[in-house]
Every structure is written in C-alpha cells, then in structure tokens.
C-alpha cells in the first residue's frame, strides 16, 4: 500500500493530466449532448412570444366571427329569400296582364292621336 501511495505522489502531475483530460471530454460530450439552461430560457421565451401572438390572433378571430351570421341565420335568410322569390314570381304573374292592358291602351291612345291629327 505504502508504495502505491509513494508512485501516486511522485507521479501525480500525469494522474492529474489524465484526469483533467478525462473529466474535460465528458464535460464537452455532455456540453454538446444537453442544452444549457440560458439556453432553454431563450427558447421558452421565444416560444412564449410565439404563443402570445397566437392568442392574440385567436382573439382576433373570435371578435369577427361574433359579427358573423351563424349557421340559423344563415338557414332564415335562405328561407326568407326563398319565399321572396316566390312572392315576385306571383306578382309578376299579376302584373303581366296588367302590363299588357297597358300597353293596348297606350297603341290605341297614340293611334288616335295621330288620326286626329
């Protein structure tokens, strides 16, 4: 035992060399394997923003679909328009023959006048 302590002592500049060198690659393997903590910081902040930005985007969003019709309005105005169609459909069936006394008496209004004149 004494005399491993006594080669420890007089070589001790090449354990520690070996050491430093050994504990130096498994700091940079780890270094290079694992993000460092202003590291994650920095991505959780970007992130955040990221985040925040979509929140507001969303906000957004939602007050313009409440200015929107929803899907019962849009179904009433369709009706709605429907029956419209169908009321000027019927009224132009009325109006049709009307349109055509209209226009006989108009003929004979002019055809008139130009006899008397």
Do not use: C
């Not at 006594?6 to 430093?20: L, R």
């Not at 849009?74 to 459909?89: D, F, Q, T, Y």
């Not at 049709?96 to 209004?109: C, G, S, V, Y």
């Amino acid at each position: 035992m004494q005399e491993i302590i006594d080669y420890i002592t007089s070589h001790w500049a090449i354990f520690m060399t070996v050491v430093g060198v050994i504990g130096s690659i498994a700091y940079l393997k780890l270094d290079a394997r694992y993000a460092r903590k202003s590291e994650i910081k920095e991505i959780v902040a970007k992130q955040d923003k990221k985040n925040n930005e979509i929140d507001g985007k969303i906000d957004e969003l939602d007050k313009t679909m409440q200015h929107l019709p929803n899907a019962e309005d849009v179904i009433a105005l369709r009706i709605a328009v429907e029956k419209m169609n169908g009321e000027i459909s019927t009224l132009h069936a009325a109006v049709k023959p009307i349109t055509r006394l209209t226009n006989l008496l108009i003929e004979k209004e002019v055809t008139t006048n130009k006899k008397g004149d």
